[in-house]
């Protein structure tokens, strides 16, 4: 009786063992294979990485990637944030997989100051960005149009050295920094706009404040766009009231642009030359396309901040680093100054055909923009699909990929450059 029992019990055994190894195999064999993310550093409960990013974020992310690597993930509140910091990473992801990689992340703030992401730069990629990217490409931007723009560059310039020899001539210190900020803002007023706005009268002071203000905030996040429960915070510190005030006052000012360039005669051209500021080639482009362009007054007033956000701070901003450069480095302004003496001579005037013989200023003028960039932070990518960066797996519409373009972390290589 025992041996017949054992007998059957042995193989019901063995096949039920059998049957749950091979549920077990199927199941494991079914399962998606494991995604490797990048290195990250410990992140805190709620905020995540963001007590890590300090004063100045794009130094405390060189100095999170000297200890994770070139690609790394952080987690801003809720939002996974990734990172490249050299570049070979950065080549990846905006050369190799730059269509991957092309859309933009929703920002809350630069929502309201653009009427709802109708500009070029913070756009969603898509049908309406194309349009106003080749518009801005085609119409504002080509070279013939650039080369009109000649008389003004040159005129603004040349009216900074008069204003400077002035303030030398006194015993009063030169604010180099004024100066610079002044000229940009002229030339790209008359190019843009077809007048000055920037001078020290009321209307000057007022628009150079509220320009200063909307720069500043392009820079700004809200608490919310992180920790979505805490976007409650951005009316108690004023940060909401800030970004209307100034949206509003960008608004009102644009509007009496515009409407200026509608009321004056056709004829009368404020820009150079009798030509026509990027304004005027927006109303017009506007009138001839009105069936199919998706140029309306809100998009023309965006594209219009957007070139005030990219042509004027960052251009004073690298002449500033350029001359702080030169006076740490004597010898490197000797030889420059030596270059500019030989190629102008008797003349009392640069034009910019004399450019093209200064080789040593364009050099100092790449170097400095090797070693401080305009824009340590590139404007913030976000991935439309899954894909893999070096590696490691990138989740698609989640990730905002950062690419810190800090001169000391991503174009200083070992081997590629001998000075930091």
């Not at 859309?103 to 990629?125: E, K």
């Amino acid at each position: 009786m025992d041996a017949n029992y054992q007998t059957l019990i042995f193989p019901l055994v063995s096949f039920l063992l059998f049957i749950i190894f091979l549920h077990k195999w199927r199941s494991t064999a079914a399962l998606p294979p494991r995604k490797r993310p990048p290195p990250s550093p410990r992140k805190l409960p709620i905020i995540g990485n963001l007590h890590q990013l300090g004063l100045y974020p794009h130094r405390s992310l060189q100095a999170l990637s000297r200890r994770y690597g070139q690609l790394m993930l952080l987690h801003f509140g809720h939002v996974p944030v990734l990172v490249a910091s050299s570049a070979d990473a950065a080549c990846e992801i905006m050369k190799n997989q730059d269509l991957i990689f092309s859309n933009r992340p929703n920002v809350s703030i630069l929502g309201r100051l653009t009427y709802g992401f109708r500009d070029v730069a913070f756009a969603p990629y898509g049908e309406y960005w194309r349009q106003v990217r080749s518009i801005c490409v085609l119409h504002l931007l080509n070279n013939k149009r650039v080369q009109s723009f000649r008389r003004v560059r040159e005129e603004e310039t040349s009216a900074m050295i008069d204003r400077i020899r002035q303030l030398g001539s006194s015993s009063s210190v030169v604010n180099l920094t004024d100066v610079l900020v002044t000229t940009t803002n002229n030339v790209f007023c008359r190019v843009a706009l077809g007048r000055k706005y920037g001078d020290e009268d009321g209307e000057g002071r007022k628009f150079k404040k509220f320009l200063a203000e909307f720069v500043e905030l392009l820079g700004t996040s809200s608490i919310g766009d992180y920790i979505s429960w805490l976007g409650w915070t951005s009316k108690v510190d004023g940060l909401d009231a800030k970004v209307e005030k100034v949206a509003k006052l960008f608004d009102e000012f644009l509007e009496g642009v515009i409407q200026e360039h509608r009321d004056r005669d056709n004829g009368e051209k404020i820009c150079n030359d009798g030509g026509f500021d990027f304004v005027d080639i927006l109303l017009e482009f506007q009138r001839g396309n009105k069936d199919r362009s998706p140029v309306e007054d809100e998009t023309i007033k965006a594209i219009i901040q957007d070139m005030f956000a990219a042509g004027t701070d960052t251009t004073f901003s690298m002449l500033e680093w350029s001359i702080a450069e030169l006076i740490r480095n004597p010898r490197t302004m000797k030889t420059l100054q030596n270059e500019v003496r030989e190629v102008a001579g008797t003349k009392e005037e640069i034009s910019e055909d004399d450019l093209e013989k200064m080789h040593y200023l364009k050099a100092v003028i790449k170097e400095s923009l090797r070693l401080h960039s305009p824009v340590p932070l590139l404007i913030p990518r976000e991935s439309t699909q899954d894909t893999k960066v070096m590696g490691y797996d990138i989740s698609a519409g989640t990730h905002k990929c950062s690419v810190n373009v800090c001169g000391k972390i991503l174009f200083i290589r070992r081997g590629s450059w001998t000075q930091a």
